[in-house]
């Protein structure tokens, strides 16, 4: 389970915000099927780029529904060809940094069908650049999109398209930074707590972890509950995680006798494994000097009593043969050896 704590809200989540990303700023009301040249003469930090070039730019105003954030918002459409839009970040990105972009999207036909998708691309210069993800269907109502990247290069340049298809008219609105969130998964037992590394990413200015360890990394030293909080800009995420250890740290023995003896005192009388651990499979097999089954369990704590077909078995040498699995193991073990039978 994780949380993200959110401080009052300011301007910058990060060292980059979208210019433009909600398009309020634009002197047009109600523009329809605008080619690229005139859209871009009047939205300022979003470039149309696309080679559909109907770019619309409504509001609540234009018999379509209100906007997902603030006034405005832009509808692109595709079919054999795409508008596209590049929307300006106010900074390059900082390179190895994790961001996490927002927008919302819906489909502008409203036709009870699943609309189109749209493609999201990073660039350095203005253009649509390396897609980097893949919307779902639009739907008839807003829903907001989230993207978490690493940015491998000093991005400046965000690109959206509607994916090639067969027609589609798709609204979005309220382009910008989110704050990060921590996942440090759910509680685990392991073998050895010393052998993990947690690790909560690069998005953060700085980070703090409940043992007074600082930064994105931390190799925990024992079992126990581990809490970390990391800050970036207006942005708290915290998150914990509670650590165990398996058993004998996976370090579990079976054992097996070599003989016993089934004759009522209550000492040897039965036939099975000692183990410390619990076995998450067993199989035990008991054959006599004939190689026929003389006994079959697939439950460690019921043994074998030395009978064979409801009589008692002869005294001699038996062979058995074991396999099971113990929790923490990725594939089943295995025991054979002899077994004198004591009368």
Not at 155 to 177: C, N, R, T
Not at 222 to 228: E, R
Not at 241 to 249: D, K
Not at 309 to 321: E, S
Request: aromatic share 14%; hydrophobic share 40%.
């Amino acid at each position: 389970m994780y949380i993200t704590l959110f401080l009052a809200a300011a301007p910058l989540l990060h060292g980059q915000s979208f210019l433009n990303g909600s398009f309020e700023l634009n002197d047009l009301d109600c523009g329809y099927n605008l080619a690229n040249g005139f859209f871009n003469l009047h939205v300022p930090h979003v470039t149309a780029v696309g080679t559909k070039s109907e770019i619309d730019v409504m509001n609540s105003t234009c018999g379509y529904g209100p906007a997902y954030d603030g006034e405005d918002f832009v509808a692109l459409f595709g079919s054999a060809f795409s508008d596209a839009l590049v929307l300006e970040l106010s900074a390059p990105m900082e390179v190895g940094r994790a961001y996490v972009i927002s927008f919302a999207y819906k489909d502008g036909q409203n036709s009870g069908q699943y609309g189109g998708m749209l493609r999201v691309g990073m660039s350095k210069t203005n253009t649509f650049g390396t897609a980097i993800y893949e919307s779902a269907h639009a739907g008839a109502d807003w829903e907001e999109a989230k993207i978490e990247i690493i940015a491998e290069e000093p991005y400046q340049y965000i690109g959206v398209m509607v994916m090639p298809e067969a027609s589609a008219w798709v609204f979005i609105d309220g382009f910008h930074f989110g704050c990060p969130a921590i996942n440090l998964g759910n509680d685990t037992a392991v073998c050895n707590v010393a052998d993990l590394t947690l690790n909560v990413g690069t998005a953060f200015d700085s980070v703090q972890w409940s043992n007074g360890g600082i930064g994105p990394f931390l190799r925990p030293d024992s079992p126990g509950l581990y809490g970390v909080t990391g800050f970036y800009k207006s942005c708290i995420a915290t998150d914990s995680i509670v650590l165990s250890e398996l058993e004998y740290n996976c370090n579990c023995n079976i054992y097996f006798p070599n003989a016993f003896s089934p004759n009522g005192d209550g000492i040897n009388d039965f036939f099975l494994p000692y183990t410390p651990c619990g076995l998450e499979s067993y199989e035990l097999l008991v054959f006599n000097r004939w190689g026929s089954l003389a006994f079959r369990s697939s439950d460690p704590m019921l043994g074998w009593d030395g009978l064979e077909g409801g009589k008692n078995a002869l005294p001699g040498v038996y062979i058995y043969l074991a396999r099971f699995k113990y929790s923490y193991s990725k594939a089943a073990e295995f025991s054979n050896g002899d077994l004198l039978l004591i009368r």
